[in-house]
């Protein structure tokens, strides 16, 4: 059943109620506080149906429809821009495709342009992220800095990843070879 014309009925059935029984102010109070807040939850709970991107983490390998990059604003400090793809997961999980938003880089912006140019070309592109930008490192280096002679020590607790944010790799889709007769 639909949700749409299921919360129609029971928004029928609280007015109903409301207006055709005399007293029960309290029980009415509650109900109408109830069916604003079920809305609200609805409404919030419904951005991934709505088809709004999701934040979710990409799925391992997938095939890319479309890429749509938005940079930072310059002015707007808020609006930290994104890379919004339109995929279909290849693990078997979904098999409709469903948009993604991740973090913006210029690194990110460029193989996205890259992986548009594929597309308009007609070929299939398919993605897959490199890792989950997390990671250790650790290290020792020598370098032209300002603290005491230029020494610097690693500690073992690197990031693994500047953005902290997976990488994405596209690549074409190899055509299929066919069965021999």
């Excluded at 609006?79 to 999980?93: A, F, H, R």
């Excluded at 140019?117 to 930008?133: C, H, L």
């Excluded at 490192?137 to 020494?151: A, I, L, M, P, R």
Aim: aromatic share 8%.
């Amino acid at each position: 059943m639909n949700i749409i014309p299921t919360f129609i009925l029971l928004g029928g059935l609280i007015l109903w109620f409301v207006i055709g029984t005399k007293g029960l102010w309290p029980l009415k109070m509650i109900l109408i506080t109830m069916t604003v807040c079920f809305s609200l939850f609805l409404s919030q709970t419904m951005k991934d149906v709505r088809g709004w991107p999701t934040d979710d983490q990409l799925p391992d390998k997938f095939i890319v429809h479309w890429i749509v990059v938005k940079e930072p604003s310059k002015t707007d400090v808020s609006n930290k821009g994104g890379i919004y793809l339109w995929v279909t997961d290849l693990s078997g999980e979904g098999k409709e495709p469903r948009a993604y938003k991740t973090e913006y880089s210029r690194e990110g912006h460029d193989d996205a342009q890259k992986a548009i140019g594929m597309i308009m070309e007609g070929k299939t592109v398919v993605g897959s992220r490199k890792g989950d930008g997390e990671g250790e490192g650790d290290g020792e280096g020598e370098g032209e800095g300002n603290g005491k002679k230029g020494q610097g020590q690693g500690n073992g607790t690197g990031g693994g990843s500047l953005s902290q944010s997976p990488e994405i790799i596209f690549h074409e889709l190899p055509p299929s070879k066919l069965p021999e007769k």
